[in-house]
């Protein structure tokens, strides 16, 4: 078997008494698609933060492409990384064009001024444009950064994350601030990134029904792992009730879609329409 | 004109002055690009005022008056980029409470020595004409070092003002390059203090970025025009000073001033014009 891309054994983040995250172990092979849900709080973008060696855990090992994470192999091991956070509400006024913005993706660029004389201009144009396009932002290369709409710079700083063709990509609930149409578009992207290129995606989610026919697998989260669903698996509602809480109130799903199913005996319990095509979790 | 111009550029004193008021200028447009990206011009406020700890201290001490002032400002500007994360104090409340505290042990310890030996009024204000060859040396070995690390740095520094947490992910040693870069930004500061003094020293520090932030559209851009900015102020200050005998680095900050409300005005005449088109 390959090395895995993503491999934790017993992650801990936070207090012992009170963790974030507990007891974390998960394995991710190379090309594949998983998709992490869980309520507000759960530790996702934390789990993202350490995989993406933003934060150390207080407890566990982190291999990633077969390499043990830790400060000295941090920067070496980000390069083939790609992260999306979701921090940007306040991003400084720096005049930039979309140009300059996906360049700061490139592995080269953080590099002495000097580099830039020896530096193969051409390939690199080739890679931004590359990326643009996958985005369908290449029509605003010149654009300023700042007068683009939320959705725009999204799609940029993803496209900055691909850039550098990375064999991992981090996302933090990519598709924020994109509307429906977007959404189905970046998960088509990501789905063919995956199968194509054999890139690894790791995407926090709040909507499971949304992503589940692009994914390979869904990970449910609350402080521990609760489930880990491959396709054509179902999420028991055990697991709903233990991550979101009692009150949660489970709608069943077209029943193609892994995770939403509901198991046979809740079926006829639970008297509720089919095909209806969102979750309600209700908490708080 | 010409024979202003003639007599500007011959008189001795100006001859004198204009090495290192040049030189000045180069450094600070370079830096205050990274100032006003990384929104630090408090910090300068706070760097340039402290600095008067170093200096009454130097006088306290009788140490040499620059390299003393250097050691506290870089001592403080690291300080500041240290105390607030650790703390969970914001980087604005530490830099006020350590710029009020170090100004404060600056006036005690300069009022306790004799008046004569300390130009206050030159600290104050900055007083290009009364550079020594000493001073020069020091703004020369500054300058070098602070070149060195744009040279090095800057990109990463530039990445990191975009997005602090993308840079760190994109295997950016964050930490380390935020302390470099308040240490430089604290070098630069003592610089400009020998040319516009504690109080104007922002000026130098952020007017020239400030200027070039209505045109530029990307690093490189955005350095050439903070340049030309930083130059022409600089120039013009001084033939104002010259000309009607007011004090340097005042004159100076004044035509930064003027350069920066023009700047801004076209930049609102040109949106005004592409928005009738």
């Not at chain 1, 077969?66 to 192999?73: A, D, F, I, M, Y």
């Not at chain 2, 100004?103 to 300069?110: K, P, Q, R, Y």
């Not at chain 2, 130098?204 to 200027?211: E, I, K, Q």
């Amino acid at each position: 078997m390959s090395t895995p891309i993503i491999s934790l054994s017993h992650v801990r983040f936070g207090p012992a008494k009170k963790p974030i995250l507990d007891n974390l172990s998960l394995e991710v092979p190379a090309g594949h698609f998983m998709g992490i849900i869980g309520p507000n709080g759960a530790g996702k973008s934390t789990l993202l933060t350490i995989i993406a060696g933003l934060t150390k855990p207080d407890a566990g090992h982190i291999d990633l492409f077969g390499r043990c994470l830790n400060s000295k192999t941090r920067i070496s091991l980000q390069e083939n990384i790609g992260y999306l956070h979701q921090k940007h509400a306040n991003q400084p006024d720096i005049p930039m064009r979309v140009y300059d913005v996906v360049t700061m993706g490139l592995t080269s660029f953080n590099q002495p001024l000097w580099h830039g004389l020896f530096a193969d201009k051409q390939a690199e144009k080739e890679a931004i444009h590359h990326a643009l396009t996958l985005v369908e932002m290449d029509s605003h290369i010149h654009t300023d950064f700042r007068n683009l709409s939320g959705g725009q710079q999204q799609r940029v700083r993803l496209a900055r994350a691909l850039v550098r063709q990375p064999k991992l990509l981090l996302l933090d609930e990519p598709s924020a601030a994109l509307d429906s149409p977007r959404q189905e578009k970046l998960y088509k992207l990501l789905r063919k990134l995956c199968d194509e290129n054999n890139m690894t995606v790791l995407m926090v989610e709040h909507d499971v029904a949304a992503i589940t026919s692009y994914v390979d697998s869904v990970a449910c989260l609350n402080k521990q792992m609760h489930h880990h669903a491959k396709k054509g698996e179902t999420i028991p509602d055990e697991v709903w009730r233990e991550m979101y809480g009692e009150h949660v109130n489970i709608v069943a799903h077209d029943a193609s879609c892994i995770g939403c199913m509901p198991s046979p005996q809740n079926h006829s319990q639970e008297q509720h329409s089919q095909k209806q095509h969102n979750h309600e979790h209700h908490h708080d | 004109m010409i024979d202003f111009l003639n007599q500007f550029f011959n008189s001795p004193v100006m001859q004198d002055a204009l090495p290192p008021a040049l030189l000045i200028a180069f450094i600070t447009a370079s830096m205050s690009i990274m100032v006003v990206a990384h929104r630090l011009s408090f910090l300068t406020v706070g760097v340039s005022h402290a600095s008067l700890a170093g200096l009454g201290l130097a006088v306290a001490l009788s140490l040499p008056l620059l390299p003393t002032a250097a050691a506290t400002a870089i001592a403080i500007a690291l300080l500041l980029a240290v105390l607030p994360n650790r703390q969970g104090i914001n980087e604005d409340a530490g830099t006020g409470m350590l710029f009020a505290g170090s100004m404060a042990l600056g006036v005690v310890l300069i009022s306790s020595t004799s008046r004569n030996e300390v130009d206050l009024f030159g600290l104050l204000f900055g007083n290009i004409l009364t550079v020594s060859p000493d001073d020069m040396q020091w703004i020369m070995g500054g300058s070098i070092l602070v070149v060195f690390s744009i040279i090095l740095w800057a990109k990463s520094w530039w990445s990191m003002a975009f997005d602090m947490i993308t840079a760190k992910a994109s295997g950016i040693a964050t930490s380390r390059l935020r302390l470099i870069l308040h240490g430089m930004i604290g070098l630069t500061v003592v610089m400009c203090v020998k040319l516009a003094g504690i109080v104007l020293t922002t000026g130098l520090l952020v007017l020239p970025a400030a200027c070039a932030w209505f045109w530029g559209r990307s690093m490189f851009n955005l350095w050439w025009l903070s340049l030309s900015f930083s130059l022409v102020g600089t120039l013009g200050g001084l033939m104002w000073s010259y000309q009607y005998d007011w004090p340097s680095g005042a004159a100076i900050i004044l035509m930064l001033c003027v350069l920066f409300t023009i700047s801004w005005a076209a930049s609102w005449l040109k949106q005004q014009y592409q928005k009738s088109r």
